[in-house]
Antibody, heavy 117, light 110 residues
């Protein structure tokens, strides 16, 4: 079965960096586009990034553009999110999600908490 | 891109129906059929319930249905059950390589 497991969250000071990982299993990872979605405390879900199946195309939400970078290693079935210049408002649970056709999120991980403080 | 607008809460007794609205603009919901809905229990992974406005993934009960009119999409849960108590969020492709989510609705089964 499809499984997505995020890791790398924790407490980090403002201005510092953190890298999240998402380990995928149960499907052909290299065939699917992937996303990062976050949920701040008491807030709704917010789309963060998209990366194409081969890693050649990335898109970013306005709130993270220029600070966050998404990448993937298809040989390791792993998705990454490099977060730089972190701000208080980046505090959230970060989920990785697989893209279904067309343009929805068909499987999600359980999330990893990032606290910027 | 602004978040889609959902009511903060909705409720119904077991066996009743509840409908959640999701209002966007002609740039997202009104201009694209990639509206989807997610069920989210605290501490768990969100679950896809509806995609492409009204399609159900395998395993999702047919008590869940979706529709769209203009810039507003809706999720209806018929025959409410205790396990349906959760947060529900809508989503739409917003054009220009952007995706947008709703503000979220907490459904309570009375």
């Amino acid at each position: 079965q499809v499984q997505l497991v995020e890791s790398g969250g924790g407490v980090v000071q403002p201005g510092r960096s953190l890298r999240l990982s998402c380990a995928a299993s149960g499907f052909t990872f290299s065939s699917y586009a992937m996303h990062w979605v976050r949920q701040a405390p008491g807030k709704g879900l917010e789309w963060v990034t998209f990366i194409s199946y081969n890693g050649r195309t990335q898109f970013y939400g306005d709130s993270v553009k220029g600070r966050f970078t998404t990448s993937r290693d298809n040989s390791k079935n792993t998705l990454y999110l490099q977060m730089n210049s972190l701000r208080d408002e980046d505090t959230a649970v970060y989920y990785c999600a697989r893209e279904g056709d067309p343009r929805h999120f068909d499987y999600w991980g359980q999330g990893t908490l990032v606290t910027v403080s | 891109q602004s978040a889609l607008t959902q009511p903060p809460s909705a409720s119904g007794s077991p066996g009743q129906s509840v409908t959640i609205s999701c209002t966007g603009t002609s740039s997202d919901i009104g201009g694209d059929n990639s509206v989807s809905w997610y069920q989210h229990h605290p501490g768990k992974a969100p679950k896809l319930m509806i995609y492409e406005v009204n399609k159900r993934p395998s395993g999702v009960p047919d008590r869940f249905s979706g529709s769209k009119s203009g810039n507003t999409a809706s999720l209806t849960v018929s025959g409410l059950q205790a396990e349906d108590e959760a947060d529900y969020s809508c989503s739409s492709y917003g054009g220009s390589s952007n995706y947008v989510f709703g503000t979220g609705t907490k459904v309570t089964v009375l």
